[in-house]
């Protein structure tokens, strides 16, 4: 099983940025998906997981109203659409799957079985 992010860069605050994982090695349709995110000097903090039952998504206090993650099973990819983006986005980005599963409240934890290398992603004037 291979997780690999794309998609991170610096952007200025109120910018978008669309985050990919690509995966490698498993059959998406068992597994619930979830994008998490470690900020400087913080530990890493659950943002967003979608359910491989029937696609519902939940989102942590830091994602909600600004992030939208979907997945496409027939690519064996999961995305993290941001939109107005702050400074305290500024982070590594991590995408992660396990086929407990473990998507079902905006309680997202780390227990995920899986997990890419991460993409940086600043937000900065």
């Known amino acids: 099983l291979q997780l690999v992010e794309s998609g991170g860069g610096l952007v200025q605050p109120g910018g978008s940025l669309r985050l990919a994982c690509a995966f490698s090695g498993i059959n998406l349709h068992d597994y619930d998906l979830a994008w998490f995110r470690r900020a400087p000097g913080k530990e890493r903090e659950g943002l967003s997981c979608?359910?491989?039952?029937?696609?519902?998504?939940f989102y942590t206090n830091s994602a909600k109203g600004r992030f939208t993650i979907s997945r496409d099973n027939a690519k064996n990819m999961v995305y993290l659409q941001m939109n107005g983006l702050k400074p305290e986005d500024t982070g590594i980005y991590y995408c992660a799957a396990d086929a407990s599963p473990p998507c079902w409240s905006e309680d997202i934890t780390l227990t995920y079985d899986s997990w890419g290398q991460g993409t940086q992603v600043t937000v900065s004037a």
């Open positions: 979608i359910r491989s039952s029937d696609g519902h998504a």
